[in-house]
């Protein structure tokens, strides 16, 4: 079992930007699908980002392209998401989890086999 720990969380006024890591040990696979997700206060968990490892793909949801981008540094078995343009709809605790080649895929932004997660971190967007 793989363990996820967020960090780069934060206060940050409309229009500013953070960089989210996720961290996974003991390590990270390059074509492992890796997820990011977020719950809004009083609303469900949705998904923002999916990379699918094995295929290269990328997919956003809507409500955060063009301005959020995923990277990944495997070597350091790290993740990250760039946020520009924060707006406070974007307030949310975000996760970042984890599934193997095998077992995990994304449809769209949407990671379906994800086995491991992150306890998340809280993102506030608020002058």
């Known amino acids: 079992q793989l363990q996820l720990v967020e960090s780069g969380g934060g206060l940050v006024q409309p229009g500013g930007s953070l960089k989210l890591s996720c961290t996974v040990s003991?390590?990270?696979?390059?074509?492992?699908?890796i997820a990011w997700f977020r719950r809004a206060p009083g609303k469900e968990r949705e998904s923002v980002a999916c990379?699918?490892?094995?295929?290269?793909?990328?997919n956003y949801a809507n409500a955060v392209k063009g301005r959020f981008t995923f990277s990944r540094d495997s070597a350091n078995n790290k993740a990250y998401l760039q946020m520009n343009g924060l707006k406070p709809e974007d307030t949310a605790i975000y996760y970042c989890?984890?599934?193997?080649?095998?077992?995990?895929?994304?449809?769209?932004?949407?990671?379906?086999?994800?086995?491991?997660w992150g306890k998340g971190i809280l993102v506030t967007v608020s002058s």
């Open positions: 989890a984890v599934g193997s080649k095998s077992s995990s895929y994304c449809r769209g932004e949407i990671a379906i086999g994800i086995k491991d």
């Open positions: 003991p390590s990270l696979f390059e074509t492992d699908t």
């Open positions: 990379a699918d490892g094995a295929w290269g793909s990328i």
